[in-house]
């Protein structure tokens, strides 16, 4: 199984003003643009995920339509309180392990991403660094143990040219 661990793409600046609830807060255009091509370069090359988990603040829930829209299995997304800004890494585990093995994509805020892809290889204490939009993939031999994933790479926009 794999876990692809998904930072939202480029979203409009905090302005409380304009967003005075941050949760609202929206891709920017250039953002959906350029995460679009990013999510049709990973397809081309086989990403493929059966079910796709995101923060339900707004930015997020726009990434994971994005990844859906170019993944070949027409993936279901479930909105997750655990992918909120704190992330919490047991329920995100449990959701994964009712998906009956099938490669999941979990989408998120910085630094959470970080920090529950540095768990999922085993380093609470690694560096990770998502840039916005990046996309990390963590392999497990069978369902998902804190520490046994390997990274098996990390795609972000500027090294796919996006």
């Not at 920090?115 to 998902?144: H, S, T, Y």
Request: with cysteine; net charge neutral; aromatic share 6%.
């Amino acid at each position: 199984m794999t876990i692809y661990i998904v930072r939202h793409a480029w979203a409009e600046d905090r302005d409380e003003s304009v967003y005075p609830n941050d949760d609202l807060r929206p891709l920017a255009r250039k953002g959906r643009k350029r995460f679009r091509r990013l999510a049709r370069r990973l397809a081309k090359r086989g990403f493929d995920v059966g079910h796709i988990a995101t923060s339900p603040l707004v930015r997020c829930r726009q990434t994971a339509d994005i990844l859906a829209e170019y993944a070949a299995s027409e993936p279901l997304i479930a909105e997750l309180d655990a992918l909120r800004p704190g992330s919490q890494l047991e329920p995100l585990l449990e959701w994964t392990g009712k998906q009956d093995g099938q490669d999941v994509a979990w989408v998120g805020h910085a630094p959470d991403v970080e920090q529950l892809a540095a768990v999922l290889i085993g380093g609470a204490q690694a560096m990770i660094g998502f840039d916005k939009g990046a996309v990390a993939a963590i392999a497990f031999e069978g369902p998902p143990v804190t520490g046994k994933g390997v990274l098996r790479w990390l795609a972000v926009a500027e090294l796919l040219k996006c």
